[in-house]
C-alpha cells in the first residue's frame, strides 16, 4: 500500500524557529519531488512564511519565499489558517497569490484524508 | 543482527520521524523505545532522524541515567533502519566520524522513499 499524499501542518514562521520552518519545506519539496501530493497547511505563526515580499537580508536572516516558490511551482498546494491570520492582523492579499485561505475545520478534514500527516 | 532479528519479507513497514533532539523532551525516548517495540512485534522499522532528532545519533557514552544513544545503538542492533537527515548532520558538525556506528546519514529523498513505502508513519516531536 503505497504512500501518495502527505499532508504537511507547519505551526512555525521563517524566525525563531526557522529550522523547523525550513524543514517543512524541505521535506514538502522532497515528496513532491518524489511524485507525491502534498498539501502544506500553515497555522499560528507559519502564517508567516506566506507573506509575500519579505526581504530579511538587511538583518542576515533567509526567508522562505524561493522554496515556496518551488513547492507551488512543483505541484504542491499551500492553504493557509484563516484564523491564524486574523489573530495576527494579516490579510490575504499580503500572502503569495497562490495561497488558499480556509477555516481550520476545512483544513482538518485534508489531515484525514491525506495518507500520511507530519507536524513541524 | 542475527536472523531473528531480520523482518520477515511480507512484514507491515513503519517509519518513525524524530524531529526533538535528545533531554530538551521525550520525543527521543518515546520514538525509539516505539521502533525497538514495534521490531519486537515484527515491523520493518525505519527510524529517521531530522531536524534536531540528528543529535541522538551524537550521543556514545554510558550515562546512569536515560540514554537515547544507547537504546538508537540497541534499536540498530535489532534491525532497526536508521537514518539521519544529511543536511541537518552537516548543520551541526555530525557526521560518521561522531556518530554511533550503523548510522545512515542520507538526504530528504531517503525520507521519502521510506514513507511512500510504509504503511504507518509516525512523527514524534513538535
Not at chain 2, 25 to 43: C, P, V, W
Not at chain 2, 76 to 86: L, T
Not at chain 2, 88 to 102: F, H, P, Q, Y
Not at chain 2, 118 to 125: E, Y
Request: proline share 2%; net charge negative.
Amino acid at each position: 500500500m503505497p504512500m501518495k499524499s502527505i499532508f504537511i501542518y507547519t505551526l512555525h514562521g521563517t524566525y525563531g524557529r526557522d529550522d523547523d520552518a525550513y524543514g517543512a519545506m524541505l521535506a514538502a519539496n522532497s515528496a513532491l519531488a518524489k511524485g507525491m501530493d502534498v498539501i502544506m497547511a500553515l497555522a499560528e505563526d507559519g502564517v508567516c512564511m506566506a507573506k509575500k515580499g519579505q526581504e530579511p537580508t538587511g538583518v542576515g536572516m533567509p526567508s522562505n519565499l524561493s522554496e515556496i516558490r518551488d513547492f507551488l511551482d512543483l505541484g504542491g498546494r499551500l492553504v493557509v489558517v484563516k484564523q491564524s491570520l486574523e489573530e495576527r492582523g494579516i490579510g490575504e492579499r499580503e500572502l503569495v497569490e497562490e495561497a488558499e485561505v480556509m477555516d481550520i475545520a476545512q483544513v482538518h478534514r485534508f489531515a484525514l484524508d491525506c495518507d500520511v500527516s507530519m507536524t513541524y | 543482527m542475527n536472523n531473528r532479528d531480520k523482518p520477515s519479507q511480507d512484514a507491515k513497514t513503519l517509519t518513525i520521524i524524530l524531529t526533538r533532539g535528545p533531554y530538551v523532551s521525550e520525543a527521543a525516548d518515546m520514538a525509539i523505545n516505539t521502533a525497538l517495540r514495534a521490531r519486537r512485534k515484527g515491523y520493518n522499522v525505519n527510524l529517521f532522524m531530522y531536524l534536531d532528532g540528528a543529535w541522538v545519533g551524537h550521543i556514545k557514552e554510558e550515562k546512569d541515567y536515560n540514554n537515547p544513544g544507547e537504546w538508537l545503538r540497541w534499536a540498530v542492533r535489532k534491525g532497526v533502519n536508521v537514518g539521519a537527515c544529511e543536511r541537518c548532520s552537516d548543520a551541526r558538525d555530525l557526521n560518521a566520524d561522531n556518530v554511533n556506528e550503523g548510522i545512515d546519514i542520507c538526504g530528504s529523498y531517503r525520507l521519502m522513499e521510506w514513507v511512500k513505502e510504509s504503511h504507518k508513519v509516525l512523527t514524534f516531536g513538535g
